[in-house]
């Protein structure tokens, strides 16, 4: 099973840069469509992107896309999220999870979590 750790969190300025980590310890990470989501205090949960197994997919939300992106070495079994041209409204707690195949599901219903990492966008 999957077992995801997130990293990489850190405060940033606005305009920065950020690259998070989603990193599997199970080593099974290559089988799963991964996505990233974050959750600011007093907001939902808000999906940003997903990447598909393989890589050769990649689904991003308005919100982030153009500013974000997601990549993954299945070798090392970790998933990038690398974020620019940050924002202070994207001060969140970053979560990646995985899905329960391989395609980025439409649903957004994601099987396995990791804790999150705090990214604080800030001056």
């Known amino acids: 099973q999957v077992q995801l750790v997130e990293s990489g969190g850190d405060l940033a300025q606005p305009g920065g840069s950020l690259r998070l980590s989603c990193a599997d310890s199970?080593?099974?990470?290559?089988?799963?469509?991964i996505g990233w989501f974050r959750q600011a205090p007093g907001k939902e949960r808000e999906w940003l992107v997903c990447?598909?197994?393989?890589?050769?997919?990649?689904v991003y939300a308005d919100s982030v896309k153009g500013r974000f992106t997601i990549s993954r070495d299945n070798a090392k079994a970790t998933v990038y999220l690398q974020m620019t041209s940050l924002k202070p409204e994207d001060t969140a707690v970053y979560h990646c999870?995985?899905?329960?195949?391989?395609?980025?599901?439409?649903?957004?219903?994601?099987?396995?979590w990791g804790q999150g990492t705090q990214v604080t966008v800030s001056s």
């Open positions: 999870a995985s899905a329960a195949t391989g395609s980025c599901p439409k649903s957004k219903n994601y099987v396995t």
């Open positions: 199970e080593f099974m990470l290559e089988y799963s469509a």
């Open positions: 990447i598909s197994s393989s890589g050769e997919i990649t």
